[in-house]
């Protein structure tokens, strides 16, 4: 998710790797990500930035399969898990919630008043963060 050309890299190590070793690769879909608040509105605003203007490829999990299978590995199984996040300092930590709620005001993507409820009432109730983690197993 933070490289500039997904497809190159993955050519890279197609290049790297010798005849019928098996790879592993994992990325997150941070377009799935959900954030459970009363302020439905902000969530949505705060997960739309987040996968637009914070994440370099925000959407590379969905995509690694098929661009695997362009850099010329053989796709053998593709799996979704959802990490759920049920403690708010791990997922700030995780998540970046506080960090990317803060760039997003200062880029005026967000009302401060109503970011900063967003993220205070996060911390004082029950807490709910998610997001798909896809998982590709494929050989060389």
Same mark, same amino acid.
Request: include cysteine.
């Given at each position: 998710?933070?490289?500039?050309?997904?497809?190159?890299?993955?050519?890279?190590?197609?290049?790297?790797?010798?005849?019928?070793?098996?790879?592993?690769?994992?990325?997150?879909?941070?377009?799935?990500?959900?954030?459970?608040?009363?302020?439905?509105?902000?969530?949505?605003?705060?997960?739309?930035?987040?996968?637009?203007?914070?994440? +370099?490829?925000?959407?590379?999990?969905? $995509? #690694?399969?098929?661009?695997?299978?362009? !850099?010329? =590995?053989?796709?053998?199984? %593709?799996?979704?898990?959802?990490?759920?996040?049920?403690?708010?300092?791990?997922?700030?930590?995780?998540?970046?919630?506080?960090?990317?709620?803060?760039?997003?005001?200062?880029?005026?993507?967000?009302?401060?008043? +109503?970011?900063?409820?967003?993220?205070? $009432? #996060?911390?004082?109730?029950?807490?709910? !963060?998610? =997001?798909?983690?896809?998982? %590709?197993?494929?050989?060389?």
């Amino acid at each position: 998710m933070h490289v500039a050309d997904p497809e190159d890299v993955l050519a890279q190590l197609r290049t790297a790797t010798r005849h019928g070793a098996l790879i592993g690769l994992a990325e997150p879909d941070w377009d799935t990500l959900v954030v459970d608040a009363e302020d439905l509105d902000t969530s949505r605003a705060f997960t739309r930035y987040t996968a637009s203007e914070v994440v +370099r490829n925000a959407t590379i999990g969905r $995509s #690694l399969a098929r661009h695997a299978s362009r !850099a010329g =590995f053989a796709v053998e199984a %593709v799996l979704a898990t959802t990490p759920v996040f049920r403690d708010f300092a791990d997922a700030d930590h995780m998540l970046g919630l506080g960090r990317n709620m803060q760039r997003a005001i200062e880029e005026g993507r967000i009302d401060a008043a +109503r970011g900063r409820q967003w993220f205070t $009432s #996060l911390s004082e109730g029950p807490f709910f !963060a998610s =997001f798909t983690l896809v998982s %590709v197993v494929c050989s060389r």
